[in-house]
Every structure is written in C-alpha cells, then in structure tokens.
C-alpha cells in the first residue's frame, strides 16, 4: 500500500492512500460472498446467486460499497500507523478512485491528536485547605439532629406566621374557571419556605384553624406550565389546621432516644470527628485537584475544536443520564431552567476545554515518566469496576475485551498515575 499524507494545517492531514488492484479484487469477492449470503433472490440458494445476477438486483455500486467497508478500515489503521497520527475522530473520506481492474485509491482526512508542551509538573507549589472543623459546624449537625426528630402538633387556636405549617384545602381559579392541577387537600404547606406560587404563603399569615379567604396570586412568566405562565389566578382556600414543630430538648434522654450514644458528650465528640474525617477528605480531592490543575495551566496546547465538541458531547449525556435517575429529562430540563441546548453547550465550553486539556496533559506525563500498566494493575481496576458494578470479576473482563475497551482503560490508569506523579511532587505552602 501507498501512503501520502498532506499536512492541511496544526491539526488536520490528508492521507492518500492506493491499495493495490489484487487486494481490490479480493475485497470485492468477499463482498460479493457477504452479500450474497444475506440476500434472497427467487430461483437461487443463499450464497449460490451469480455475481452478474446479484449486480442486476443490487447495483454493482452496492458491492463496491460493501468491498469499500472491507477492506479500507484496515487500510487506515495501517497508514495511521505509519504516518504516527492519533485520531480525535473519525476521518473524512472520499473515494478518488474504485476499479475493479485497477488500485483503489481514497483519501482520508484526519484530525489528529494535538502535541502539548509540557511546564513544570514536579514540585508545584499548591496550597493546603484547611480541614479545620468549628464548633458552630457541630452545633448545626446537632440542630439538624434535632429537626430531623421533632414532632408536628397541632397548636391550638394559633394564628398563622412564618414557620408554621398551614393546613389547607384548596382550589384554583382563572377568569373563574377551575384549572387542571390547581387543588388539594389537606396539603402542609410551611409559610416562607417558598414552595407555592410567590405571594401565596404570605396571603395566610394571620389566618387561623377554620379560616377561610380568597389567595388573589400571578403566576412567573416563566413558569414551566406554559398555558399558567403570567397568567392571574384566585385561590378559594380553608385553613384546616395550624401545626408548628416541636424540637426535643437536648439532653442525654434525646441522645439515647435517637442513637447509640449515652450522653450529648459522646454525640458531640461522633459529629466533631465524622466532620473532621469528611473535611479532611475534601481537603485531600482539593489538594490532588488544584495539584493536577496547576501542572495543567503551566502546559501549553492548541486543542481542535472537535476534541471539545466531543466533550460537550460526553458532559451533555452524562447529565441527560443523571436527569433521567432522578426522574427528570433533558428537555423538561431546559423548560424549567428557561434555557436551550446552544446555551447550554455554550455554558459548558470552559469546563469542556479544561477537561481536554488535563487528559493531554497526563497522557503526556506518563509519555515522559515512561509509564506502563502491569497485569496486576489492570486486574485490580477490572476488580474495582466488578465491585463498583457488583457484578463477577471474569464477566467485566469478559466485556470489557469484547467491547474493545482494552486500550481506553490502560489509558485511564496511566493518566491516574501520571496523576499520582504530579500529587506526590507537591509542595504544600
């Protein structure tokens, strides 16, 4: 095979590539055999139809596409291989020309994997967050402790004010027409907790049990039901019960109620050190964070356009995902945030480019630290992905081989190595 390549500019090249005529003729027989082996033609046996029969039902231009698909991948991976380029996506090809009689030549052109300069990555000096825990930090996880256990009653004869639970019945009204959505009954809702139509809440305060009255509100032009959108409405409410939170007193009695600690002491001293052990841990991912970050601002690259966009791409899906575990969509996404996909691409392009550049950045330190990945290193990320996946060692392994994702994860340890390198450099001020 003959290879020319054409460097168009920093990132892109054109690769000419001729195969020669009889590995032509050998693709497009193997294409003929594939086909003829799928397609059913009255009169003929699967894989027994003649060739000029096949032609005349499929086109001739099928079986050279189908020789195309053959025998041009190879030919690529082999002139990336000899022309040392990484692609960053896929190529674009063009047929220059397809005989049967003669070499078949195409071009390919390819966006390929930027070179980074690397800074200094050694030695960096990182400052070190603190991990201190206060006492006003244990004193709100007592607070909390206690709201978590405090007990709803109702409060006699009370009048409504902020903090307290009103209970109500409810049914809303627009140009006096009851609409879709707009009742309930029973409902608990806390006054200035937010959680209704702005106006709402405040309209209750002073009302007591078996009040009713009249909630005149307008709904948020952006409000996500677009048919309520700025629209005003009334709301016929009755006050069914007035309920505030009783907090229990915190003494020993509470500390036993609630847990396996005999005193407030003992509590005390299990949320100062579980404080102290999360704010340490923050305080390490910081470190190793700003650590790496550092080594990637002193770098210096020009990163294709392409490479973000297919970051945009992997940080678009990953939220979809999320969106949809939590019962949501990225399209409802978008209407509650009053936002759009080009917003939103747009908004993630900084973090987009930052993220590309670290994978350069650590697949570079581990170029130049010479790193490998042994078989026992490999083992033991299989064996962390089983567990994390809770599922049988051999069967992710299994996957994993078949999929083809044997090579992505080699790179993902060497960059949590070249990570390591950079960490364990530090120089903490």
Known sequence: MKVTAEKVDAHKTVLELEIPQ???ANAINKAYQRLASKVNIPGFRKGKVPRKVLEMRLGKAALFDE???IIA???YVEALKEQNIEPVARPELEVVKFEEDQPLVFKATVIGKPEITLGEYKGLKVDKPSAEVDAEEVSKQLENL???HAKMVVAENAILDKGDFAI???EGFIDGVAFEGGEGTGYPLELGAGAF?????DQLIGAKAGDSLDVNVTFPTDYHAKDLAGKEALFKVRVTDVKRKEIPELDDDFVKEIGDFDTVKELKADIENKLKKAAEDKAERTLRTNAVQAAVDNASVDIPDVMVENQIDHMMQDLDIRLQNSGMNLARYLEFTNSDIDTLRKN???AAMNSVKTELLLDAVAKAESLEVSPEEMDAEVAAMAAAYQAPIEEVRKIIIQEGRVDSLTKSI?????AEIIISAVVTE
Do not use: Q, T
Not at 197 to 201: R, Y
């Open 67 to 69: 020789a195309f698909d």
């Open 22 to 24: 009889p590995e032509v």
């Open 197 to 201: 139509i702005p106006g709402f809440e």
């Open 146 to 148: 206690r709201n978590r």
């Open 348 to 350: 993630y392009r900084d």
């Open 73 to 75: 991948p190879g030919a």
């Open 168 to 170: 109500i019945d409810f």
């Open 414 to 418: 060497l960059r949590k190595k070249a």
